[in-house]
């Protein structure tokens, strides 16, 4: 019933800039909590940025500074702005989101992963 698609990914040199979107649709009555997390080769899924209906945000210590979250509640879409990036931000970055639904009897709550959009970081 929902669904999160991304967009965004690419090659980009280092100290480029990169933004991230990733769109939620279906029968979406509200989004909680959104977030980034990437994962890179040979490695954990780790999170990269989060941001609450509120826009509280929270970031790893290794992006802070240089990432940006936000979200746009009525599209119910999140960004990732990625500036002065590093080879070491090369991975495979998710999107989730905490979604209340309606399934056309009543409601729920789940969490939601996007597919995946890779970024690669090299000169």
């Known amino acids: 019933q929902v669904q999160l698609v991304e967009s965004g990914g690419g090659l980009v040199q280092p100290g480029g800039s990169l933004r991230l979107s990733c769109a939620a649709s279906?029968?979406?009555?509200?989004?909680?909590?959104m977030g980034w997390h990437r994962q890179a080769p040979g490695k954990q899924r780790e999170l990269v940025a989060a941001?609450?209906?509120?826009?509280?945000?929270n970031y790893a210590d290794s992006v802070k500074g240089r990432f940006t979250i936000s979200r746009d509640n009525a599209k119910n879409t999140v960004l990732l702005q990625m500036n002065r990036l590093k080879p070491e931000d090369t991975a495979v970055y998710y999107c989730?989101?905490?979604?209340?639904?309606?399934?056309?009897?009543?409601?729920?709550?789940?969490?939601?992963w996007g597919q995946g959009t890779q970024v690669t970081v090299s000169s």
């Open positions: 279906g029968s979406i009555v509200s989004t909680n909590d």
């Open positions: 989730n989101a905490d979604v209340v639904y309606y399934t056309g009897m009543w409601y729920r709550r789940q969490d939601y």
């Open positions: 941001i609450t209906s509120g826009c509280s945000t």
